[in-house]
């Protein structure tokens, strides 16, 4: 796990574990991806893959966006993952609503 956080694409991100699934912990409007501090021992004593907590553009560390939409916060999410990711989405507020618009992304 880091203990700080780095800076990937334009977002500022903490991340965690390793392998599969990837749990992609988002948060609500105005917070940062600091809200899931506090999940970090539990997640490393039970989830089984990597888990990333990222900034969303505009919050936090990260860098704005030119125009703010669902799909935009999604597009600069999903350059955090790589290809073939099994992802877990969890996500408060907007994050929830960023979390179903990347869904809305994947090709099944």
């Known amino acids: 796990m880091t203990d700080g956080a780095a800076t990937r694409n334009g977002v500022r991100l903490a991340e965690g574990g390793a392998g599969q699934p990837v749990l992609l912990l988002l ?8 809200v899931w501090r506090g999940w970090y021992d539990l997640l490393a004593d039970r989830w089984p893959g990597r888990w990333l907590a990222p900034d969303l553009p505009g919050h936090g560390g990260s860098a704005p966006l030119d125009r703010y939409t669902f799909e935009s916060f999604a597009a600069a999410i ?17 994050g929830g609503a960023v979390g ?4 809305g992304m994947v090709d099944v």
């Not at 948060?27 to 600091?34: I, K, N, R, V």
């Open 27 to 34: 948060h609500g409007m105005g917070a940062t991806g600091d």
């Open 78 to 94: 999903a350059r955090l993952l790589d290809p073939g990711d099994r992802v877990v989405v969890l996500g408060q507020s907007l």
């Open 100 to 103: 179903l618009a990347l869904a």
